[in-house]
């Protein structure tokens, strides 16, 4: 019998920035086929990540938004986001594309201890 | 204890995978084990069989495959990563109908269920990134 474990998926990077927005959603995607329990945090810039009315085919990219929206149908509805990131860019969690909880920045290590997995890519 | 890896940063460019390769060793000389060393993103391209090292460098590539006959590691390649990086295996060469294959024996591709089977079956999974 294997213990069921907690996973966290950090995101750091910008729309568009990195591939590896995309790489870390594949791996929410695979883990949770394995019936491992996601979650998924967004920090600093990463929070544009979730903005609406992204217009990706001006940059001729693909459309990670498609893919986060159809998060719910895998089960992966526990999305984080920090309050003070947000103010950053003057966004609130209506502007954001998926229902986000929002972390106290002084909560984040906590909340962080309490996965049994963290990947961070 | 039971590690697994993640190596994601490009090898030409990072130290990471030499960094991952080093704790390896270690980890292995003080009796603990590996599940699995899975390889993602940019990483990938260096197990291409074309690749080059200079004389008076080391391959890194080389030296994971000498550890894993000693020690009998599952060294798996991401397949997505890797066809999309132009890294092929026999099987996806044909699939792809394309005209060779590339991936260097003793490495095998694989989907993200291993790296899913890894975070299951190993006490600690630590990435090597960027």
């Given at each position: 019998m294997v213990t069921q474990k907690k996973l966290l998926l950090i995101f750091r990077n910008p729309p568009f920035s990195s591939s590896a927005n995309r790489d870390n959603l594949d791996i929410a995607l695979a883990c949770?086929?394995?019936?491992?329990?996601?979650?998924?945090?967004?920090?600093?810039?990463?929070?544009?990540?979730?903005?609406?009315?992204?217009?990706?085919?001006?940059?001729?990219?693909?459309d990670l938004t498609k893919?986060?929206?159809?998060?719910?149908?895998?089960?992966?509805?526990?999305?984080?986001?920090?309050?003070?990131?947000?103010?950053?860019?003057?966004?609130s969690k209506d502007d954001l594309i998926l229902n986000c909880h929002?972390?106290?920045?002084?909560?984040?290590?906590?909340?962080?201890?309490?996965?049994?997995?963290?990947?961070?890519? | 204890m039971i590690f697994s890896l993640i190596i994601y940063a490009?090898?030409?460019?990072?130290?990471?995978?030499?960094s991952a390769l080093r704790f390896t060793r270690n980890a292995l000389q003080q009796g603990h084990?590996?599940?699995?060393?899975?390889?993602?993103?940019?990483?990938?391209?260096?197990?291409?069989?074309?690749?080059?090292?200079s004389r008076d460098e080391i391959d890194i590539t080389d030296q994971w495959l000498?550890?894993?006959?000693?020690?009998?590691?599952?060294?798996v390649v991401?397949?997505?990563?890797?066809?999309?990086?132009?890294?092929?295996?026999?099987q996806e060469s044909k699939r792809h109908q394309k005209s060779a294959a590339n991936l260097k024996e003793g490495?095998?591709?694989?989907?993200?269920?291993q790296l899913a089977d890894a975070i299951i079956h190993s006490d600690r999974v630590i990435t090597f990134g960027n």
């Open positions: 949770s086929a394995f019936d491992i329990p996601v979650s998924l945090l967004f920090l600093n810039d990463a929070v544009l990540q979730l903005h609406k009315n992204q217009q990706s085919h001006l940059l001729e990219q693909k893919t986060l929206n159809a998060l719910e149908m895998y089960d992966i509805d526990q999305c984080y986001v920090i309050d003070e990131h947000l103010a950053r860019y003057q966004l929002s972390l106290a920045r002084e909560k984040l290590a906590s909340f962080i201890h309490d996965f049994d997995v963290v990947i961070n890519l | 490009s090898q030409t460019a990072s130290q990471s995978e030499q084990t590996f599940h699995r060393i899975f390889f993602y993103g940019d990483t990938v391209t260096s197990m291409s069989n074309l690749k080059i090292t000498e550890l894993a006959k000693e020690t009998d590691l599952d060294l991401c397949i997505a990563a890797a066809v999309k990086r132009g890294i092929l295996d026999q490495f095998c591709l694989s989907g993200l269920g």
